[in-house]
């Protein structure tokens, strides 16, 4: 630290006054200071995200429980047995399968619209900031707070259910095993849509202006022009807003929790994270719930890089 | 080609500028003007679907009873603050609330102090591992959080014993990558003569962060403190696993735990729940409405996740 504070210039060209700087140059790099500064970051991403993503997987392949602070407790290894236990549980299939009628629902919904509206917007004279903020003002509020409306809108006698009159589903939106995840998924569409819109908005902007001219001068109307320019000008961002509406997907915990009253109607809204919870945390099997976690993080990997070549190839 | 209905006396009139070419096709400008009004209007429709229900929160946390009739959905009628009361008499709303902003504040300060050094450092020092930093700084962006709950659960609650705490609930949130991120792309943008000229000068590097970065940060600050804040404020699984006891719990569980276990005993309960909603929600839509302008793509873009 010392050597850096001395020296009068940033650049590599002043040789060091002798070889312990060069030394540490060549060592620590031309600002060692800025170990010092990113120390914490550091720390912090391996205690927080390095050092459990281990702990998951090695939880997952040993018969873990918890124990009080300190004990020392024998934990055998037993290879597979978890994942085994974990795949061929019911619930977790469930569970899996339900996250995946989730994901087929919102992430193309989440897609299109967040995309048409960011291109209305993008167009749009009057009331930009008044419109932008309508649209992102669900994304910022607590889920809890939302799910509460969300409770009261979608009960029994709610006014959803008021305004249909005699086409309201019984049984009621939350408690029908066939409607309780589309709802689930419609609510997180339009919490989480707000912030897709501004992903997009952002990369309207760096599409080309001279492609729209040039789109108009053969005759495109605006919708060929959506689909022609628009919808390959943005496709980095499509394939960032699918990898992170499918990660939210696969995050799903609240939702089920509150709007569904833990999942229900019997395990019909369960998510994996639930899951995870329910075998975890209540009833004391965390090595399950790793296995769990880990075969979730292996599937969401899976569906990233199949999207990813899905939609960048050309 | 005629872009406007007067007679065209300079030539250079008679030459599309720019913005014309663009508008013009070869439909009359009244469907053109018909289908930019049809687009508004489904912009606006839109926004009404989208804010209803903040609209129908407020209304229903002022009635005395709930009405779930489309006649209760009209702003009218008696209006009551009951609901509020209801729901701070059946929990502890104020020491809910200031445990949010303990929690919230923490996390806001560990973001603030150790991303601006980190953010710094990434964007502006030359040290060894800061390629595999940056690397394993957005590898974090694509791990979802909560499939790390087992094992954060078990080395902060069971190992640590940091159960309804403070610390064990602000930890796995001290430092927000997204914000270092938002903090390294501030100090990338500024031009490289300030810090050269500082360093000719003979300024550390210390001081070249504490008297040359710094005092610039401050739209950085603001962005970084939006995106940071509504993280730990509607953050729900986290707290409601690290806090058993009710006087250590943010509002967001408090409020959670009363719909799900003791709302049927309130006299108003759906009235009671929304008066709490409208109380979790409000910090939160008041400081993006307020300082929308730093809420935008181009912000964050850079920051990924929100």
Known sequence: MTTTTQAPVRGAAEPGPGGRRRWTEKVLGRQPLGILFAAPYAVFLVAIFAYPLVLAVWISFHDYFFAAPGAQVDRPFVGLDNYRAVLGDPDVQRSFLNVAEFLVINVPLTVVLSLVLATALNAAVRARTFLRVSYYVPYVTASVSLVAVWLFLFSKDGLVNQLLGPLAPNPSWLVNEALAMPVIALFVTWKQLGFYILLYLAALQNVSKDLYEAASVDGAGRLASFRNVTVPGVRPATTLVVILATITGANLFTEPYLLTNGGGPDGASASPVFVMYQKGIEQGNPDTASAIGVVLVICVLLISLVNRKLLERD | ?306
Not at chain 2, 81 to 110: E, K, M, P, Q, W
Not at chain 2, 168 to 184: C, D, H, Q, W
Not at chain 2, 237 to 243: I, Y
Not at chain 2, 252 to 265: D, E, F, K, P
């Open chain 2, 1 to 306: 080609m005629v872009s406007t209905g007067s007679t065209t006396r300079d030539p250079r009139d008679a030459v599309p500028t720019r913005s014309d070419a663009r508008d013009d096709d070869s439909t009359p400008s009244t469907a053109r003007g018909g289908r930019r009004l049809l687009g508004t209007l489904v912009l606006f429709a839109g926004a009404l679907v989208f804010l209803f229900p903040f609209y129908y929160m407020v209304v229903g946390s002022l009635r005395a009873k709930a009405d779930t009739s489309v006649a209760g959905a009209l702003p009218f009628g008696d209006f009551t603050f009951d609901n509020f009361i209801a729901i701070d008499s059946r929990v502890d709303l104020l020491g809910s609330l200031l445990n949010s902003a303990i929690f919230t504040g923490g996390v806001l300060l560990g973001t603030v102090v150790f991303g601006v050094l980190a953010g710094y450092a990434l964007a502006r020092l030359h040290f060894r591992g800061r390629g595999t930093l940056f690397a394993v700084m957005l590898l974090v962006q694509i791990v979802p959080f909560q499939l790390l709950i087992i094992p954060i659960y078990v080395m902060i609650v069971r190992t640590y014993g940091l159960a309804d705490s403070y610390l064990g609930m602000i930890a796995p949130f001290l430092i927000n990558s997204a914000a270092v991120f938002v903090f390294r792309q501030f100090f990338l943008q500024l031009p490289d003569d300030l810090f050269d000229a500082a360093a000719l000068d003979g300024a550390s590097e210390l001081r070249i962060l504490w008297s040359v970065a710094l005092p610039l940060v401050r739209p950085a600050l603001l962005t970084v403190v939006l995106i940071t804040f509504i993280g730990p404020w509607n953050e729900f699984l986290w707290p409601f696993l690290v806090t058993k006891d009710t006087s250590m719990q943010p509002l967001a569980v408090t409020l959670a735990n009363y719909i799900s276990n003791i709302a049927g005993r309130a006299a108003n309960p759906y009235g009671a729940i929304l008066a709490g909603a409208v109380v979790l929600a409000a910090p939160a839509v008041a400081l993006f409405v307020v300082f929308q302008k730093r809420f935008t793509g181009s912000e964050l873009s850079s920051g990924v996740k929100g």
